[in-house]
């Protein structure tokens, strides 16, 4: 099966830049989904296709994907960011299976 | 605007059934794959099962492979996801979301419902 390797956790002060990886094998080769989880609300889709945003999604939400690493990348970030973070891909192997990485618990400090 | 609503969740015995079905509006149902995803309690978003717009195509995860029967009735604007000899560990809220697609299959998943509860006890 394909796995997806997340940091747990991520920290970082109000107004500073916050980077979130997902590691796995060619990555790149993939197309790669990111989406923002508070708890008890439902996932919102925050960059799709590596570095695409959503209609509504501010330009401070931004993603890069090569090699065997995909970062999704928050500038200036705000306390309402805080929240977790989840990558997405779709694996095919014999059949097409979803897999998701672990999830990151951005805090803001 | 676009909604996706589940229900059908609740508290069942080990051993036992569930049907979940989830409701899209604002948008034709016909037009998007429609995925599940379940969250455990205090784990990460899984994966589930999708199932293609015309519902010719249908895969499951390892875990509910078997154990789990995906459909959908685009006439009702409606996805289900029939869940049977439900163990402890299907205890989540579990998801719906609209994937658009392309000749590649599914894509991101851009609209998601607020989840319904499964529990399932000993």
């Known amino acids: 099966s394909y796995v997806l390797t997340q940091e747990p956790s991520v920290s970082v002060a109000p107004g500073q830049t916050a980077r979130i990886t997902c590691g796995g094998d060619?990555?790149?080769?993939?197309?790669v989904h990111w989406y923002q989880k508070h708890p008890g609300q439902a996932p919102v889709l925050v960059v799709f296709d590596d570095s695409d945003r959503p209609s509504g999604i501010p330009d401070r939400f931004s993603g890069s994907n090569s090699g065997n690493t995909a970062t999704l990348t928050i500038s200036r970030v705000e306390v309402g960011d805080e929240a977790d973070y989840y990558c997405?891909?779709?694996?095919?192997?014999?059949?097409?299976?979803?897999?998701f990485g672990g999830g990151t618990k951005l805090t803001v400090l | 605007q676009v909604q996706v609503v589940e229900s059908g969740g609740g508290l069942v015995e080990a051993g036992g059934s569930l049907r979940l079905s989830c409701i899209g509006s604002g948008f034709s149902l016909s037009d998007y794959y429609m995925s599940w995803i379940r969250q455990a309690p205090g784990k990460g978003l899984e994966w589930i099962s999708y199932i293609s717009s015309r519902g010719s195509t249908k895969n499951y995860a390892d875990s509910l492979k078997g154990r789990a029967t995906i459909s959908r009735d685009n006439a009702q604007q409606s996805v289900f996801l029939q869940l049977n000899s439900l163990r402890v560990e299907d205890t989540a809220v579990y998801y719906c979301?609209?994937?658009?697609?392309?000749?590649?299959?599914?894509?991101?998943?851009?609209?998601w419902g607020q989840g319904t509860v499964v529990t399932v006890s000993s």
């Open positions: 997405h891909v779709w694996h095919r192997s014999g059949d097409l299976l979803g897999v």
């Open positions: 060619k990555i790149g080769s993939k197309s």
């Open positions: 979301a609209t994937s658009y697609y392309d000749s590649g299959g599914p894509r991101a998943f851009d609209f």
